[in-house]
Structures are given as C-alpha cells and as structure tokens.
C-alpha cells in the first residue's frame, strides 16, 4: 500500500486547512490510520489515530478540539481538519497506515508528507 497526502499550504494563525491522504488501495482487517506530524528540530509525533475496531479517533491532547480526523469510505481518502491553527503546528504532517495481517504479519505505509506552516 502507497499513500499520498495533500493539502498543506501557508496559513495565518487562527485559520483553516484540511490535509487528505489516500491510499493506493483499499484497505481491509484490522488496521490503524494516522496523522503525525514532525515540527522543526523535533521528534515525529502522533496526531490522531483511529483503530479498524475502535469507536473513533484518538487525538493528541495539544490538537483536541481543533482538529478532526475523518474517513470517507466511499471516497477512499482520510481526512484531518484542522481549525485554529496555531504557530506551534507549523510541521510536515504524514499520514500512516498499519495494516495487521492474519498470519501476523505488519506492515506500515508513510506518505511523503505535506508542509503546513502557520504563520503569527
């Protein structure tokens, strides 16, 4: 599975953006989809991710309430909102899939990644 994100740009602080990621193909079983994001000088770290048999998206306690991951079956395309941007989000923004196989088998799919900067 190959994934492509989009939707990065130059924002003002307190703005708006929406990042898509698509994978290659459809994706079955048990698997993780996730947003993460890696800001200058620091470590990548997590987002949001939504487990295949979980009830919904979990979200970084810096993001909550303002940003909203979500999926669109038909479209087969993961979406992450993103409302109020603030400076401190500014990062290259990835999305992942892990993928469980039944013989146990993992394996993950990153996307190259979409710059988002906000600007103060």
């Known amino acids: 599975v190959q994934v492509v994100e989009s939707g990065g740009g130059l924002v003002q602080a307190g703005g708006s953006l929406r990042l898509a990621c698509v994978p290659s193909?459809?994706?079955?079983?048990?698997?993780?989809m996730g947003w993460y994001r890696q800001g200058p000088g620091r470590q990548r770290e997590s987002v949001a991710t939504w487990i295949s048999s979980g009830s919904g998206p979990t979200y970084a306690d810096s993001v909550k309430g303002r940003f909203t991951m979500s999926k669109d079956n038909t479209e087969n395309t993961i979406y992450l909102q993103m409302n109020s941007l603030k400076p401190e989000d500014t990062a290259v923004y990835y999305c992942?899939?892990?993928?469980?196989?039944?013989?146990?088998?993992?394996?993950?799919?990153w996307g190259q990644g979409t710059q988002v900067t906000v600007s103060s």
């Open positions: 992942n899939i892990r993928s469980f196989a039944r013989d146990g088998e993992i394996s993950d799919a």
């Open positions: 193909e459809r994706i079955f079983g048990t698997n993780i």
